[in-house]
C-alpha cells in the first residue's frame, strides 16, 4: 500500500478490502503499512537480522545460510528429509491422530530462520512480514498448486488473543499470511477463527503441556465463515514456526469442523524431529 493509499482502499483480493477489516483495526494497519514504516526505514535504516549488516533486513550471506525444506518431506505432517512411508504416514506421525491434512514449512527452523522468526515476533519487527513472505513464496506456491482448489482457496491464520495483540501492537501469524496471500498467486484472505482464551506462553510448556494450554481456547467465526464469498474447496493455515504442532492441530480441529473442509498447514519455519525452540 502507498501513502497515497487511504484506509479504506481495497488490496485487491475479493471481499478483503482493508475497510473490512474493521475500524480501528484497518486503521491502525494502514498507518503503520503506509506512514510510519516508511519514515522509520528512513531514520532507521534496516539492519540485518542474522549479522547485524546494514542496507536489508535479511543480507545475501544470511539468506544463503537459511535452509530449505523441499518437496522431500512428509506430504502428511511435513516432517523433513527422505523418510520411510507406510500408507503416507512417516515415523513422526505414525499412529498420530491429524486435524489438518498436510503441513507445509518453507525452512528449517535453525539460523538465520530461527533470528528472523524471533525478531519479527519479539522484536517488534512487522517490517519483516514482506520479506518472509518473497522467501517462502515458492513453497507456499508449491502448496496451493498441490491442493488443486481453483480459485476457492482461502487463507486465514493462528489467532491472537485480544489482549496479547494489543502488547504485541499486531498479529505476526496475521501479517505473513496477508503478504503471502498478496500474490502471486492472490489467494483470498479472511479471519476464520477467534482465541477466545488468553493462554499462557507456550515456551514454557512440554509438548502435553502446550496441547492442553490451548485446548478450548478456540473458536470458528461463523459470521466470517458465512460471508465468504464461495464455498471453500480448502483452507490454508498459516503461522510463523512449527514446533511441536500443538498450536496448529488445535486451530485446525477447531476449523475443519466450524467450516467443513479440509485444512493445511503452512508456516515460514518447522523444528526438525519437532526439537524445542520455544515459539509454537
Not at 542474522?50 to 518431506?73: K, M, Q, T, W, Y
Not at 491434512?101 to 533470528?115: L, N
Not at 489482549?163 to 483470498?188: K, T, W
Not at 465463515?225 to 500443538?246: E, H, I, K, M
Request: aromatic share 6%.
Amino acid at each position: 500500500m502507498t501513502p497515497a493509499s487511504g484506509p479504506s482502499a481495497s488490496t485487491g483480493v475479493p471481499g478483503d478490502g482493508v475497510a473490512r477489516g474493521g475500524g480501528i483495526v484497518a486503521l491502525g494497519r494502514w498507518w503503520r503499512e503506509a506512514v510510519a514504516e516508511p519514515i522509520l526505514s528512513v531514520l532507521f535504516p534496516p539492519r540485518c537480522v542474522g549479522c547485524g549488516d546494514f542496507e536489508s533486513h535479511l543480507c545475501p550471506r544470511c539468506r544463503a545460510s537459511l535452509v530449505p525444506i523441499d518437496g522431500d518431506c512428509c506430504p502428511r505432517c511435513g516432517e523433513p528429509g527422505p523418510r520411510p512411508l507406510v500408507a503416507g504416514r512417516c515415523s513422526q506421525c505414525m499412529g498420530v491422530d491429524l486435524a489438518f491434512s498436510g503441513a507445509r514449512s518453507a525452512f528449517a527452523h535453525t539460523g538465520s530462520a530461527r533470528r528472523v522468526v524471533v525478531e519479527f515476533k519479539s522484536g517488534g519487527q512487522p517490517v519483516l512480514a514482506p520479506l518472509m513472505a518473497e522467501l517462502a513464496r515458492p513453497a507456499f506456491r508449491e502448496l496451493v498448486s498441490s491442493l488443486d482448489a481453483g480459485d476457492r482457496l482461502v487463507v486465514t491464520w493462528v489467532p491472537s488473543h485480544r489482549a496479547a495483540q494489543r502488547q504485541r501492537g499486531y498479529n505476526q501469524a496475521e501479517l505473513f499470511a496477508r503478504a503471502l496471500a498478496s500474490g502471486p498467486p492472490i489467494v483470498h484472505r479472511s479471519e476464520l477463527v477467534r482465541k477466545t482464551v488468553r493462554t499462557r506462553h507456550q515456551k514454557e510448556l512440554g509438548r502435553g503441556g502446550r496441547q492442553a494450554n490451548l485446548r478450548g481456547a478456540f473458536a470458528v467465526d461463523d459470521k466470517a465463515v458465512a460471508s465468504l464469498p464461495f464455498r471453500p474447496a480448502a483452507v490454508v493455515l498459516v503461522d510463523d514456526v512449527y514446533t511441536t504442532g500443538a498450536t496448529a492441530q488445535e486451530v485446525a480441529a477447531v476449523l475443519s469442523r466450524g467450516a467443513g473442509v479440509p485444512v493445511y498447514v503452512f508456516t515460514f519455519s518447522r523444528a526438525v524431529s519437532a526439537r524445542s525452540e520455544g515459539h509454537d
